[in-house]
């Protein structure tokens, strides 16, 4: 059942977002798009009680409920950024917006848009390890929280492997192809218009 409500709220996140961003930018109606955006972070909210209920309940914890704490911290961590990724797209489509910047591809600009992205991972992390935690404190009973325990290795595994691709895009930037270097200079440009 668990399972089925993480799938539940991933669709209603989409879903509330999408009619809060048709109502703002498709039928001018904000006031109807605002409390629906303030409705978006209820799913989390859903999802938590639901997990607390099953626990509750005598439920020992299993991978249902560290992907439920886990979904938790990502919607939260990742909840703004996706907002406004889609609110620029229906700016943009519906609206006259300017068009989406898509993330550099090169350089130190690359390089610290990785370390925001891992920047929101840790974030998600830490809230999920941090529900984990609570989860284990309150159930008391080691032999039903093996699960959750697995699960706060799991986070910092994956916070880890984040900030290891961030740290090589600042080690290593990635260089723009000569070809896109020598276009947006225009120094280049004039020494090579002199050749021709």
Request: aromatic share 10%; glycine share 10%.
């Amino acid at each position: 059942m668990l399972i089925g409500l993480i799938i539940a709220c991933e669709v209603a996140f989409w879903v509330i977002l999408g009619l809060a961003l048709s109502a703002r930018y498709v039928f001018r109606m904000r006031r109807t798009s605002t409390a629906l955006l303030v409705a978006v972070p209820l799913v989390d909210v859903v999802l938590l009680v639901a997990t607390v209920m099953d626990l509750r309940g005598g439920a020992t914890a299993d991978f249902k409920h560290g992907l439920s704490a886990a979904y938790i911290g990502f919607s939260v961590a990742y909840g703004h950024y996706l907002v406004k990724w889609a609110d620029v797209r229906f700016a943009h489509r519906f609206a006259g917006g300017p068009a989406p910047v898509k993330p550099p591809k090169y350089g130190v600009a690359r390089a610290a848009h990785e370390w925001r992205i891992a920047g929101m991972t840790a974030l998600a992390g830490g809230i999920a390890a941090g529900l984990l935690q609570l989860a284990v404190w309150w159930v008391d009973d080691a032999s039903r929280t093996d699960q959750l325990s697995a699960w706060q290795g799991r986070m910092g595994m994956i916070v880890g492997i984040n900030a290891i691709i961030a740290l090589t895009y600042s080690v290593w930037p990635k260089e723009p192809p000569a070809s896109d270097s020598s276009r947006s200079d225009p120094r280049v440009k004039e020494y090579l218009g002199g050749r021709r």
